[in-house]
């Protein structure tokens, strides 16, 4: 995802001088040192100093440039909060807030490199849009996204690198609208960012147990979100769940729910997310995310108790 | 060499024009920070009405924030004088459907970034300031903030990163008032003095004048090299003109009564003669 994200800025950049790279020094792969090389007077790297890194893009959106703000989610958006919020978000400014590692994804490092309120935080903010591509490839054309259809400031929610491809068979993307990147008729799971794999586990778990059919939706814009899309989703399928690798507070699940009550939804859903707790143990990804619960066996099994029961 | 637009008697008459309408004002709507508006008017003024180029195309002009946002007052009765804002702005401040706030908020005329809480616009002055570089514009950004500011963190983020990136085109004007909320700035933070050392030593040019002297801070200002970025320290009184609000906490915030405000009237008339 890195590599996708730096490839396609390096490809906006190119042809568009108003914008720039502003990292507190962590940068990101190959495509940002093309950038680096060829425009060093638009790659800015203030140090490790993040609230000068948002209030400098800030200054420079007020003066016309489209700053993009790089670093580990972490540091892009909790260090200098009242930056985003006041300087970016107060000021509608076009200030894109790229944040690595989204979730738990840097899984060694602890709950200090950990960004899995991410989504809540930035989602309350008025005027931003808050994005999660689920593979390379959406990564690719929602970081183009961000310059193209968004005026205002973003939050682009990254995992890390070696995500697979999920989407080659997919829908075609439409910004801002839910995506089927797996056709499906009787489970739908919704799920965003590099999590959505396990999606697919999850689906290819309840097709062999079942023979039933399960659908899967990438929703690369939680703010705004693709209200209407979901309620057909709600409406359309007997069983619905979110699975997602943050907080179980302010995440897509409560807003799904809130959904399914607005509309007097009849199917079930059903929310997975990471538990309210900051663990104290390390691993792979994998590892830590089945830790919070997340776990194809679990959530298989349980959906293919409520598809039983749903006859 | 004094720019002979700019005269220095003129300032001081409308400072204290500009202290009446702040006290004025302050009888209408209650919350008013009139002290911390008092101690850097003659900031505001002499880099708007003496320093900044304001002619022409918006585009060259040189822009001003208002880092220390709680002195609004004060920048609403420049903008005010120049023209910018219509008068019944200022009248009708803090009132609903009005676009006054005690606080700028961006998207006003002559309002050129929100400001309020401490400690943003340093940071905004030197990603204004790239861009400029950037864009081959010469012009520069004057900056006023408070001495209780110098206090966050983000502020000496801005202070490392500006001189680093070659930036040369920001004045900074720190109204040092000594106050801040629950008392003095230097009793608060002894050791954190003398500043003019310290923004040195981060790369800046600095000075230090009398902050509520129209010509002592053009002088300086308009002394700097440019060749660096330029801090000027001016000592100032909060609360100034007003015996019984200078150097007094309460009247960060308060608004004097009916008889206080007479005291006040008359008090200011004879301020920095």
Request: charged share 20%; proline share 6%; with cysteine.
């Amino acid at each position: 995802m890195r590599n996708s994200f730096a490839n396609a800025f390096h490809d906006l950049a190119k042809n568009d001088r108003r914008i720039y790279l502003v990292v507190a020094d962590i940068t990101a792969a190959a495509g940002v040192a093309s950038f680096q090389k060829e425009s060093p007077e638009r790659f800015l790297n203030v140090g490790v100093a993040e609230q000068m890194m948002i209030g400098m893009c800030a200054g420079l959106a007020l003066r016309g440039c489209i700053p993009f703000a790089y670093t580990i989610a972490t540091f892009t958006i909790y260090r200098p909060f009242e930056q985003v919020r006041v300087d970016c978000c107060y000021q509608n400014l076009p200030v894109k807030l790229v944040g690595v590692g989204g979730g738990v994804n840097y899984s060694t490092l602890g709950s200090t490199h950990h960004a899995s309120e991410d989504v809540a935080i930035m989602s309350v903010l008025p005027n931003m849009t808050v994005l999660a591509p689920c593979d390379p490839a959406e990564t690719a054309v929602v970081t183009k996204a961000c310059v193209e259809k968004v005026p205002g400031p973003v939050y682009l929610r990254l995992g890390k690198a070696g995500e697979p491809d999920l989407t080659s068979k997919a829908d075609p993307f439409e910004f801002g609208k839910l995506r089927f990147i797996k056709p499906g008729n009787d489970v739908c799971l919704l799920s965003y960012g590099p999590l959505t794999k396990m999606a697919f586990d999850v689906a290819e778990r309840i097709e062999a147990k079942t023979g039933k059919s399960v659908a899967i939706v990438s929703v690369h814009s939680l703010k705004p979100l693709d209200e209407i899309g979901v309620a057909q989703i709600l409406a359309r399928f007997p069983v619905v769940a979110v699975i997602e690798e943050h907080a179980p507070y302010g995440g897509l699940g409560p807003r799904v729910k809130a959904i399914a009550c607005d509309t007097g939804a009849r199917c079930a859903v059903r929310a997975y997310a990471l538990k309210d707790e900051f663990l104290h143990t390390y691993g792979s990804h994998a590892d830590l995310l089945k830790a919070h619960g997340l776990d194809p066996d679990r959530i298989s099994g349980e959906l293919i108790q409520l598809l039983a029961t749903r006859k | 060499m004094a720019n002979p637009r700019f005269d220095f008697n003129e300032a001081k008459q409308r400072c204290r024009k500009f202290r009446r309408r702040i006290l004025d004002i302050s009888q209408e709507v209650g919350a008013l920070h009139i002290a911390p508006s008092f101690s850097c008017l003659e900031l505001v003024d002499t880099a708007y009405m003496g320093l900044m180029n304001r002619a022409g195309n918006p585009d060259t002009s040189d822009t001003f924030l208002l880092s220390k946002g709680h002195g609004a007052p004060a920048l609403y009765c420049v903008l005010e004088e120049l023209g910018i804002i219509p008068r019944t702005y200022l009248e009708n401040i803090c009132k609903p459907g009005w676009p006054l706030a005690t606080h700028p908020d961006y998207g006003t005329p002559g309002i050129e970034a929100s400001t309020g809480s401490l400690g943003h616009g340093l940071a905004l002055a030197v990603g204004m300031a790239y861009a400029d570089k950037m864009h081959g514009k010469a012009r520069d950004i004057y900056v006023v903030m408070s001495d209780g500011e110098l206090q966050e963190g983000s502020v000496w983020e801005a202070l490392m990163v500006a001189p680093s990136f070659g930036i040369t085109h920001i004045i900074a004007l720190v109204d040092l008032n000594d106050f801040q909320s629950l008392g003095q700035t230097s009793k608060t933070l002894p050791n954190f003095y003398p500043m003019l050392d310290k923004l040195r030593a981060f790369g800046w040019e600095a000075a230090e004048v009398d902050g509520h002297d129209a010509k002592s801070i053009y002088d300086a200002v308009k002394g700097r090299s440019g060749q660096k970025p330029f801090v000027l320290v001016g000592r100032t009184t909060k609360g100034k003109g007003v015996s019984y609000m200078e150097n007094v906490p309460i009247w960060h915030y308060r608004a004097p009564n009916a008889e206080e405000y007479k005291i006040a009237i008359k008090e200011v008339e004879g301020c920095c003669l």
